[in-house]
């Protein structure tokens, strides 16, 4: 069965204090890991995809990179308007699902 | 303007009573999926949808069914809701499963 565990499940930052998210995964057959921002009542927005071990991406203050075991987002010089519940999800080679992490909630004071 | 459109936004029913929760896509998209969220559960998969007249249970599917009569829509059905379906429901739709997935604004469900 997939299991991906996100830590911590909340962090509060100052403004500009620079920081990481991690998602642990165990997975038999990574066919993607996804991230996602989530504002509160709203639906999940897409950020990144990760496929293999060594990838990176960057989207103005994010980046996300992956290990064989984990992905971290690195937050650098967070804002208020980053504020929100970041979620992990992988996919899985032999199922046509996705497994969804219960999130880390950030929290970036002015 | 790409998007996934679910309604009602919010609902409040009483058990027993069948209800249906609709959801369009404008993207073409063939994956299509439900989830629901609740508080310390993250988001957990109902029923997914690979193509037309092609579904499938995901981790969660009792009390649930669905349809795929069309592409761009995959209503969810509870055919007689119980309280503990009460929750935020989304819809996604997305080109396969393993790429970047469109939400829709969310169903805020409530069975009294």
């Known amino acids: 069965e997939d299991q991906v565990t996100q830590s911590p499940e909340a962090l509060r930052l100052q403004e500009g204090e620079s920081s990481s998210l991690n998602c642990s995964y165990t997975v038999s057959g990574l066919r993607g890991l996804f991230w996602y921002r989530q504002d509160p009542g709203k639906g999940p927005e897409f950020l990144f995809t990760?496929?293999?071990a060594g990838e990176e991406k960057e989207k103005e203050r994010l980046k996300a990179t992956l290990t064989k075991k984990e992905s971290f987002l690195h937050i650098t010089a967070p804002k208020p308007e980053d504020s929100a519940t970041y979620l992990c999800?992988?996919?899985?080679?032999?199922?046509?699902?996705?497994?969804f992490g219960k999130g880390t909630m950030l929290l970036v004071s002015p | 303007e790409a998007q996934v459109t679910q309604n009602p936004r919010y609902l409040i029913t009483v058990t027993g009573k069948k209800l249906t929760v609709t959801c369009s896509q404008n993207m073409n998209h063939e994956y299509m999926s439900w989830y629901r969220q609740d508080p310390g559960l993250g988001l957990r998969q109902i029923y997914y949808?690979?193509?037309?007249?092609?579904?499938d249970k995901g981790d969660v599917p009792e009390g649930y069914k669905v349809s795929r009569k069309e592409k761009r829509n995959f209503p969810l059905i509870l055919e007689s809701p119980s309280p503990n379906q009460t929750s935020l429901y989304f819809c996604?739709?997305?080109?396969?499963?393993?790429?970047?997935?469109?939400f829709g604004q969310g169903t805020r469900l409530t069975v009294v």
């Open positions: 990760l496929y293999s």
């Open positions: 949808s690979m193509n037309v007249e092609v579904t």
């Open positions: 996604a739709s997305s080109k396969g499963v393993n790429t970047e997935a469109f």
């Open positions: 999800a992988v996919g899985n080679s032999g199922y046509s699902t996705l497994t």
